[in-house]
């Protein structure tokens, strides 16, 4: 029976996460499995795998042939290295112990690969969230710069109504003045 190690899709529409299963070859996508390796999350950064690397081994060992992106996966978490090494082990090229050194070694060297990326992008997103703050900051202050302009000038709009409303009533009043003093001969001639 021909095994592959690959992907199980689960997960709703558009947010996926993986099973990475040993399966028979034949067998369908989302199908019966033999055994769940372990699981694999895209949408995460960085992504977030988790594998039980002697499984993998183990499968690799027995034949089991992963797809491109589980054959990535396991390269990424080190069971290819691990497969490697226990071959050399089994040739006598090394020894039992030299190999787990070699592979611990990798392990930790690869960790802080990993946490130095975290710390990247944690880093680059508080610098996107500060320059964001300096931004609605400045627009701020424009706004506020506008406003009291605006108010100056609606100030400034209604002082000169005010004016103009006084002249007028002055105006008015002046008129009425001329014109009572004009009526008031006339009558006193009728």
Partial sequence: MPVKIRLQRHGKK?????????????????????????IYNPNTNPATVE?????AVTWLQNGAQPTDTARAILSYKGALLKNHL????????LTEEQAEAKFNAWLEEKGSKVVAKADSLAK?????????????KAVNEARAAAAVEEEVAE??????????????????????TETAAEETPETKEE
């Fill in 14 to 38: 558009g947010k996926p996460y993986y099973w990475i299963v040993a399966a028979d070859a034949r067998s369908k996508r989302d199908g019966k499995y033999l055994e769940k390796l372990g």
């Fill in 51 to 55: 594998l039980n690397v002697d499984g």
């Fill in 86 to 93: 226990a071959g050399g082990v089994r040739k006598g090229a």
């Fill in 124 to 136: 680059a997103k508080e610098e996107a969230k500060a320059k964001a703050l300096e931004a609605e």
């Fill in 155 to 176: 100030e400034a709009a209604t002082e000169e109504t005010e004016a103009a409303a006084e002249e007028t009533v002055e105006e008015v009043s002046e008129e009425a």
